[in-house]
């Protein structure tokens, strides 16, 4: 049996839409081993399909069919942490979980960049999958089936406190919200904002944190389906955040926070028990780690 710990993630970091994205210390941890029927099972009440729509169990026999293998079947345990669309990774940490579990079982055919590539083509989201894989804050861009992808190193002064509603929003749905086209000059807004957040996440320019995560790509067009999405936004900057944007395409919002600022977790968690009900704070750490495989 293998298990395969994969890491929440966080894409877009306000201006780097589609294409730059953060690993979170929050795990999707997944057993599987080759067996005769498909039986999946998960430990902790999130709704999994139990057959062959399991996006762990396509992503595998993918795998296991690009490969030349057969395969009968599947025993699949999942341990899911990273809750369900909420902009935080979840389809894509199953999906990086299914195809490093099936290569790790298959003797690893497939290379680091291989699975990276198989990744971002099952999934459609480089910007998740890519750090999902590496750990760390990723630039992607997925390109006729290759993942053009660098790691950036981050600067140690940034953790990063989520704030998670109660309710869902689809990535299709939120996709759908943007525009076919966009403004010349709304391109290079964003294109110097996410250039500026690169250099300044590997610096610690943090001065520079607000005005890099600055977007008009995609938020403008997403505040609308996410209930006190703005007001949470601005409630985080007011309470010291560097800087405060959606996470993925949403609901989640993810504030960056000076790790010296002790107290800011428990100002943002009063802050939603006093204001905002619907929704909770979770500190969360980088993940410098990646995805990881061990035969158990
Ligand atoms: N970059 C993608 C989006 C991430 O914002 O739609 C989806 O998880």
């Given at each position: 049996?293998?298990?395969?710990?994969?890491?929440?993630?966080?894409a877009?970091?306000?201006?780097?839409?589609?294409?730059?994205?953060?690993a979170?210390?929050?795990?999707?941890?997944?057993?599987?081993e080759?067996?005769?029927?498909?039986?999946i099972?998960d430990?902790?009440?999130?709704?999994?399909?139990?057959?062959?729509?399991?996006?762990?169990?396509?992503?595998?026999?993918?795998?296991?069919?690009?490969?030349?293998?057969?395969?009968?079947?599947?025993?699949?345990v999942?341990?899911?942490?990273?809750?369900?669309?909420?902009g935080?990774?979840?389809?894509?940490?199953?999906t990086?979980?299914?195809?490093m579990?099936?290569?790790a079982?298959?003797?690893?055919?497939?290379?680091r960049?291989?699975?990276?590539?198989?990744?971002?083509?099952i999934?459609?989201?480089?910007?998740?999958?890519?750090?999902?894989?590496l750990?760390?804050f990723?630039?992607?861009?997925?390109?006729?089936?290759?993942?053009w992808?660098?790691?950036?190193?981050?600067?140690?002064?940034?953790?990063?406190?989520?704030?998670?509603?109660?309710?869902?929003?689809?990535?299709?749905?939120a996709?759908?919200?943007?525009?076919?086209?966009?403004?010349h000059?709304?391109?290079?807004y964003?294109?110097?904002?996410?250039a500026?957040?690169?250099?300044?996440?590997?610096?610690?320019?943090?001065?520079?944190?607000?005005?890099?995560?600055?977007?008009?790509l995609?938020?403008?067009?997403r505040?609308g389906?996410?209930?006190?999405?703005?007001?949470?936004?601005?409630e985080?900057?007011?309470?010291?955040?560097?800087?405060?944007?959606?996470?993925?395409?949403?609901?989640?919002i993810?504030?960056?926070?000076?790790?010296?600022?002790?107290?800011?977790?428990s100002?943002?968690?009063?802050?939603?028990?006093?204001?905002?009900?619907?929704?909770?704070?979770?500190?969360?750490?980088?993940?410098?780690?990646?995805?990881?495989?061990?035969?158990?």
């Amino acid at each position: 049996m293998v298990r395969i710990t994969v890491p929440a993630t966080s894409a877009n970091m306000g201006s780097g839409y589609d294409s730059i994205g953060i690993a979170l210390e929050l795990y999707n941890v997944i057993d599987m081993e080759e067996s005769d029927c498909i039986d999946i099972s998960d430990k902790n009440g999130q709704f999994v399909p139990k057959d062959a729509n399991n996006l762990i169990y396509q992503c595998a026999k993918r795998v296991y069919d690009e490969c030349g293998k057969s395969l009968r079947g599947m025993k699949i345990v999942e341990d899911c942490a990273i809750p369900q669309t909420r902009g935080l990774g979840s389809s894509s940490a199953c999906t990086v979980a299914g195809i490093m579990g099936a290569n790790a079982l298959l003797g690893n055919p497939l290379d680091r960049q291989a699975v990276i590539d198989l990744a971002a083509t099952i999934e459609g989201h480089p910007d998740n999958s890519t750090p999902a894989i590496l750990g760390g804050f990723c630039v992607a861009l997925l390109e006729d089936g290759h993942v053009w992808n660098v790691r950036v190193p981050m600067h140690g002064a940034i953790d990063f406190v989520v704030f998670i509603p109660d309710f869902q929003l689809s990535t299709e749905k939120a996709r759908a919200a943007l525009p076919k086209t966009i403004a010349h000059r709304d391109a290079v807004y964003n294109l110097a904002r996410a250039a500026l957040l690169a250099g300044s996440l590997t610096t610690g320019k943090l001065e520079n944190l607000d005005a890099a995560t600055g977007d008009c790509l995609h938020q403008p067009y997403r505040f609308g389906l996410i209930e006190n999405g703005e007001d949470i936004v601005r409630e985080a900057k007011q309470l010291g955040a560097l800087g405060a944007f959606i996470s993925g395409a949403g609901p989640s919002i993810i504030a960056l926070v000076y790790k010296g600022d002790r107290d800011y977790l428990s100002r943002a968690q009063a802050v939603c028990q006093n204001k905002y009900p619907h929704w909770k704070a979770m500190q969360l750490r980088c993940d410098e780690v990646g995805a990881t495989v061990k035969f158990m």
